[in-house]
């Protein structure tokens, strides 16, 4: 069964920090790996999708990396905003189309 | 208007009661999904259709039913509602002839079971 662990938990950075938000996955068999972002009482934004083939995708400021063999994908935010502040989901999509989420990271940016 | 449109976005309710969280997306993809989302349990799948004619069970389907309507409609009943199915519902879809798998969210149910 498919297991996705995302760490730290929650993270509070100052303005312009770059970050890293992690996220492990223990069956490396994954179609592809997406990243959203939720805030509060509200639905989940798709911010990135890496295929399997691939090994980063950027979109503005972030950046997500996939390592398929180790089991490991990495968002990287640049230059933070508060406006960042927001849960940072990642979800590995496997066999029978099943996407399988982690519990995401809480993140706050603080002015 | 949102591409992915979740009625009600709130409902509080009695144990026993019957209820119904619908689902109407404008992106005319095949196919649809339900997720609810518990504090420290992450997004956990319920039900999936992927077409029509097609449901699915997810991993906690016990206590729940779907309709798949039609193509852009995808409802979630609760027979007889239980505190434990309080939660926060998501309907997802997704596009099999995209061929990347993303999924697209509504903005979310938030059931209240008394």
């Known amino acids: 069964k498919q297991e996705v662990t995302q760490i730290p938990a929650a993270l509070s950075v100052p303005e312009g920090e770059n970050l890293v938000l992690n996220c492990s996955f223990t069956?490396?068999?994954?179609?592809?790996l997406q990243w959203f972002r939720q805030d509060p009482g509200k639905g989940l934004t798709s911010l990135l999708l890496?295929?399997?083939?691939?090994r980063e995708q950027t979109s503005g400021r972030l950046n997500a990396s996939l390592d398929k063999s180790s089991g490991r994908s990495t968002l990287y935010i640049a230059a933070s905003q508060p406006g960042d502040s927001a849960t940072y989901l990642c979800a590995v999509l496997t066999s029978g189309s099943r996407l399988t989420f982690g519990e995401g990271t809480q993140l706050t940016v603080n002015p | 208007d949102a591409d992915v449109t979740q009625t009600p976005r709130n409902r509080i309710t009695k144990t026993g009661k019957r209820i119904m969280l619908e689902c109407s997306q404008t992106?005319?993809?095949?196919?649809m999904y339900w997720y609810r989302q518990d504090p420290g349990l992450g997004l956990r799948l319920i039900y999936y259709?992927?077409?029509?004619?097609?449901?699915n069970k997810g991993e906690i389907s016990d206590g729940y039913s779907v309709s798949r309507q039609a193509q852009a409609k995808f409802s979630l009943s609760l027979e007889s509602a239980i505190p434990n199915q309080t939660a926060l519902y998501f309907c997802?879809?997704?596009?099999?002839?995209?061929?990347?798998?993303?999924?697209?969210f509504g903005e979310g149910s938030r059931l209240t079971v008394l």
């Open positions: 069956d490396s068999a994954i179609y592809n």
């Open positions: 992106k005319g993809h095949d196919r």
């Open positions: 259709s992927f077409d029509v004619k097609d449901i």
């Open positions: 997802a879809t997704s596009d099999s002839k995209g061929q990347t798998g993303e999924l697209f």
């Open positions: 890496i295929q399997s083939s691939q």
